[in-house]
């Protein structure tokens, strides 16, 4: 269900949950530069079917003019939209909308992040300057290449598509050799946003493999 939230500087905004208020783990989602849509709440309903209590944040409210809970579609106009309101927010300010999202976590021991796209590179971000969060699983973060010296607070874990036309190799490559204890997965016949269903992106075994993957490494960040 959608819910409003308060931030820090008391900006209010739209976010979607799902899963059993007495999960002792939650997961954060950060979406793609296209807002809560129906996939990005997809894979908040599928993290509530595993038994998490699961919540994204519509952080594009924080636009001049809010049109809270954006939803936008892939057409080329969309990617615009997204594109122009993902360029007006800054990393620290999308914090303090993220961590907000953690906080509603309230009945959660533990509270993960995981984002795809733009969300894949504030996950990024996060595990660097947040302190709400015990693990990360970044998929095709572009940009991450800007922080790549970044410290990370918490473990993180990578997924990135061979043949990301936005993301080249030689990106990722320098990441993994910034941090070498950073877990970086690339699925060599993949391209951008491989897990997103129902799109000609998708890529059904990178995306079944990449998903296997982040939820092994979080069952390992919950003891």
Known sequence: ???????????????????????????????????????????????????????????????????????????????????????????????LDIEAAADALKGQQVRLLTGYCWGGYLSWRMACLSSHFAAASCWHGGGIIKHCNDVAKIPVQMHFGGQDGSIPLSDVEAIRAAQPNVQIHIYPEAGHSFGREATPAYRPEAAQLAWDRTLTFFQQQQS
């Open 1 to 95: 269900m959608d819910i409003t939230l308060t931030s820090a500087d008391s900006h209010e905004f739209t976010a979607y949950i799902n899963g059993p208020d007495t999960a002792r783990v939650g997961v954060v989602v950060l979406p793609e530069i296209f807002g809560i849509n129906a996939y990005i709440r997809s894979v908040v309903d599928r993290y509530a079917a595993l038994g998490y209590r699961a919540i994204c944040p519509s952080l594009f409210d924080r636009r001049t003019t809010p049109e809270h809970g954006v939803q936008l579609g892939y057409r080329p106009e969309d990617v615009q939209r997204g594109l122009g309101y993902k360029k007006s927010i800054a990393d620290e300010t999308a914090q």
